[in-house]
Structures are given as C-alpha cells and as structure tokens.
C-alpha cells in the first residue's frame, strides 16, 4: 500500500520541510469524535494543510465546490477501487481531480478520455472498454496506478516512489526509466528530487517556447501532492 502518510514521504510532498507532526495529527484525529481535544487538533492541521498548498484561493474554492457537486456522486466508486487494488483513495481522487476536475466526460485535444484520462492504450491494458464509464475509468486509473507501483523498482523512499509513479503516470513508464537510467546514479538512489531536477532540463520535440514537457509532468506530481492534502483535510473533517 502507498505509505504516503509517513515520515520519510514529506520528501515527496513539499521541497520545503514540514513538520511531520502534522500527518501524524491528522491521521490519528481520523479517529477521534469531533468534541475530543485531538478533532480540534485536526481543525488546526486542516488549516495548516490548506495555507500549506500553493493552490491560490481561488482554486481551493473551486475545488470544494466540485468535492460537493461532482466528487460525492463517485466517492464510493473512489473507495471500492482503491481498496481492491491496495492503493489510498486520496491518492487515486486527487489524480483524478488533476486530470478532469472529476468530469467523467473530460476530453483533451491529445484523445485522452474521461475522469481518470486514460490514453487508449492504457485502457486497453486496463480492461477498460468505454473511458467515458467514469465506473470504469476509476477502476482503470487504479489499475493503473497499482502496476506502475509495481513496477517501482527504484527510490529511497516510499515518497519517492510515489512520486515516480505519478511521473510515469503522467509521462509513462518508459520516458521515466530512460530518465532515471540518464541519471549518474544507482536507480535505487535515484531520489524525487534528482529526476526534477533531469525532467526540468529534458528537451523533447513536445516542449514548446515557454512550457516544456518535463515541467509539465513536475507540476502534475506537485499539484497531485497539493490536491491530496486537501482531501486529506476533508477526509479528516469528515470522522
């Protein structure tokens, strides 16, 4: 299972340090009834974990409105799909949010489909046969997310790891072991870090004048990051 909640992932999740303290409070005021001194602990962290996201306001706003209109209608789908393929719900939903905003019908002009945003290929190898099924396109995505995660073979961290797989997620799996092979280092000592640091300098006949195609698998996996903070905090609010 993704140990995203532990110590050694804040190197995944922000650059800068935060205090751990704060995924230990949040997760274990889960646990708590909402008048216990540690739910009111979990309200501070909610709040920590928001100015903690370098998402502008207006874009948490958005984010809470569509968790209300469209994220509760499959949050159940979210949960079942996670929990069979041994993967967190957070970490599948926020992958979702960044891709289509959790719109089933989400297109893009590249001709990937749906709320998971499934290239045609990946579908395929999913057993996915309509990607516009948000049923299917969620369990696909958690597949999918569960193979790369398999295919992890590299990292010193869980955090790293993680943030590998939602690079391949983004990029595939073959752009990054050919990144991460580029790197003078062991792949087993590759860390987050040093394959941002290869993805920002990669050229690739996709880049444009102002946006390249490494940046643009960076800022996937850092707005994943942010997006599942917010859930982390809704999910806390919600026990």
Known sequence: MFKIKKIKTM?????K???????FGLYSCTKNDENSPVSVYCNLINEKLYSFSRLSDFEKRKFDELMQSRF???KDDFLEAAKTFDIEWELLAAVAFQESQWNPKARSATQVKGMMMLTLPTAASVGVTNRLDPIQ?????????ADLKSDANYGTSSGDKIAFILAAYNL???NIRNA???IDKKPIDVTWLDLEEHLLNLKTSMDTENYSRG???VDFVERVRDYYYLLLAQNCSEN
């Open 172 to 174: 595939g799996i073959t």
């Open 180 to 182: 991460i092979d580029a």
């Open 72 to 74: 509760l209608k499959y």
């Open 215 to 217: 940046q643009q698998t």
């Open 137 to 145: 396109s969620i369990h696909g995505g958690a597949q999918y997310i």
């Open 17 to 23: 340090s935060i205090f751990f303290i704060l995924i």
């Open 11 to 15: 190197q995944f999740l922000t650059k």
